[in-house]
């Protein structure tokens, strides 16, 4: 088959399409065709070799796809050759094939084309778990998404509105902050231009917010911590803005504020596949009523894989960036 290799260089690193080992499955596993996969910065990371793969997983990128199922492992059931699924993957999307195990499939909606099914496993399992799980978001209550118009962003707004929270949401441009208001978002706020701190404390009444998700980490630690109401959740899931930061430890008690350092990829198997059903069960009948959709930005021939990765590393996306994988004529 034919996959994605990165190759470091001096000044930059390569992503090259050319002939890579098949992979097989395993008991329990299925063999994916994969039609098309989404760039996460997990995978700009990976390729700059700042965040190796678990142990035991394939150096090949790619944390999410959409294909056909082709082949099943011993002891696989519920699923059949020719099924059109999505799925979470540790790595592998970046491929003409992936092995994926059968707990992180999940069926592709009827009229949904490939790309649509890759723009949403890792952002919108992500933002689901995140929400819910971590910070346990009930309906009424106030929540702040930063990077509101990244793919996770987008997924997080919406599944935030459909639970009847209010949300606000920071981006960084105008189109983005438009889009953010568009998918549902009460106040979207320039965190360039503006302190969102105090557009948040002014628009919330002086209450401050309930949960904050926030991939930007160190930057934003002190205010997000102001900001946050009594009993308030602060979901760090990234740390573009840096890793280090001073806490006011008496503010966190005063309040009874929780911080939650969450990542998705390196949990156990178990784990994410129990996070996968519970997602299947809540989200994705939401999707079939059309009351949700994955946002995508554009979608390039995985040839192009360089410059998706590009787009990302510059902001310049609204929603995923999908990769689609060539199959022969």
Known sequence: MKAIVVKPGPRRVRLSWENAADPRPGPGEVLLEVHATAVNRADLLQARGQY????????????????????????????????????LLPGGGYAERAVVHAGLLLPLPEGWSFAQGAAVPEAWIAAYLNLFEEAGLRAGEIVLIHAGASGVGTAAIQLAVAEGARVFATAGAAAKLAACRALGAEAAIDYKTQDFAVEVKARSGGRGVDVILDPVGAAHLRRNLELLAPCGRLVNIGVMGGSRAEIDLALILSKSLRLIGSRLRPRPLAERVGIVGRF??????????????????????????????ELIRENRNIGKVVLEIPRPA
Do not use: C, N, Y
């Open 52 to 87: 190796p793969p678990p142990p035991g997983v394939t150096e090949i990128l790619g944390l999410e796809a959409a294909g056909v199922v082709r082949e099943l492992g011993a002891g696989v059931s519920g699923w059949s050759a020719g099924d059109r699924a999505m799925a």
């Open 280 to 309: 299947r069960e809540r989200v994705l009948p939401r999707f079939l009523a059309g009351e949700l959709k994955p946002v995508i930005d554009r979608v390039l021939p995985i040839a192009q894989a360089e410059a998706a990765h």
